[in-house]
Every structure is written in structure tokens, then in C-alpha cells.
């Protein structure tokens, strides 16, 4: 009697892959695809998130301002700081604020600090409005193209891949 052996490398049947799982693979790429994809040049009304930004910088002086007036003792940096808040414009009248510091130069550094405060929050809350803003807009356009999408193309390649391994079974 002869022995025959095995290759640890054949199978005994030809690998397939399942309709259930490439559907499965195929919605969830799809459903990262929506999130990941960046929103095109015409879904971002920028007017709007131009309005955002700018209202978070005006938010972040006048509550720094607000915080600043409620003390009983003021430094001249910090008064000056108030009176440049409260002037409105607080981008055209900054250089004027600088100039009529620059004689007293820890009452500018204590003024120059101020500004940098300011900047520094309201460029953070500005960055969270901004991401809060486009996950808005991204789950506010339809998912259901994406996993439609998605799934297609994985049943494409499930279908596919089971073919070119029925077609290697049958040359073997």
C-alpha cells in the first residue's frame, strides 16, 4: 500500500468569501468614507463660518474685558485693554493702544500678554465652533450613497475574487 502525502499548503475546497460579510465590509467602508471624505468647495457656506469665527474673537475680548473691569485696582495695561475693547475696533485701534505704551514698557509686555490671552481663546473656541460646524455639515449629507456605494463595490470584488478562485480550482 502507498502513502500519499498532504501539502499543508492545498485546501480541500477553494476559499470563498460570503455575500453577508463583503455587504458588511462594503457598508461599513462606506460609512467611514462619509465621515472621512472632506466636503466639497460649494457645501461650506463660508460667510457663515466666517460670521463664527469673528464672533468668537469679539466673545473672548469682551468676556476677558468684562473679567478685567470687575477688579477694583486696574494696572494702565489693563485699562487700556478695556478702553481698546470698548472702542469697537480693536484690530485698527491695537497699534494706537501700542504707541501710547511704548514709554512704559512693563505696562506694553503686561498689555502685549492681554492680547495674546485674548487671541489664544478665542482662536481655540473659534477651532471648536469650526470642527463642530463641519461634522454638522458632513452628518447633515446623506450617508445612504456612501453605503450604497460601498457595498457595490465590495460585492463587485467578493464576486470577483470567488470567480478567479473557481477558475484556479478548476485549472488544478
Not at 105 to 112: D, G, I, V, Y
Request: charged share 20%; glycine share 6%; net charge positive.
Amino acid at each position: 500500500m502507498s502513502v500519499q502525502s498532504i501539502k499543508n499548503t492545498e485546501m480541500s475546497r477553494p476559499r470563498r468569501c460570503s455575500v453577508g460579510g463583503a455587504l458588511a465590509v462594503g457598508l461599513l467602508a462606506g460609512n467611514a468614507v462619509h465621515d472621512v471624505l472632506p466636503l466639497g468647495q460649494n457645501s461650506i457656506p463660508y460667510k457663515q463660518i466666517r460670521n463664527l469665527v469673528e464672533y468668537s474673537y469679539s466673545n473672548s475680548y469682551n468676556m476677558l474685558s468684562k473679567d478685567i473691569k470687575e477688579k477694583s485696582i486696574r494696572s494702565l495695561a489693563q485699562d487700556t485693554f478695556v478702553h481698546l475693547v470698548e472702542s469697537g475696533n480693536v484690530h485698527d485701534n491695537y497699534k494706537k493702544a501700542v504707541k501710547s505704551l511704548e514709554n512704559n514698557s512693563e505696562a506694553l509686555e503686561e498689555f502685549k500678554e492681554l492680547i495674546w490671552l485674548a487671541n489664544n481663546e478665542s482662536s481655540a473656541a473659534a477651532r471648536k465652533l469650526l470642527n463642530n460646524h463641519i461634522k454638522t455639515l458632513k452628518h447633515s449629507r446623506a450617508t445612504l450613497p456612501f453605503l450604497v456605494g460601498g457595498a457595490i463595490v465590495c460585492l463587485i470584488g467578493a464576486a470577483i475574487y470567488n470567480y478567479t478562485n473557481f477558475v484556479k480550482s478548476i485549472e488544478s
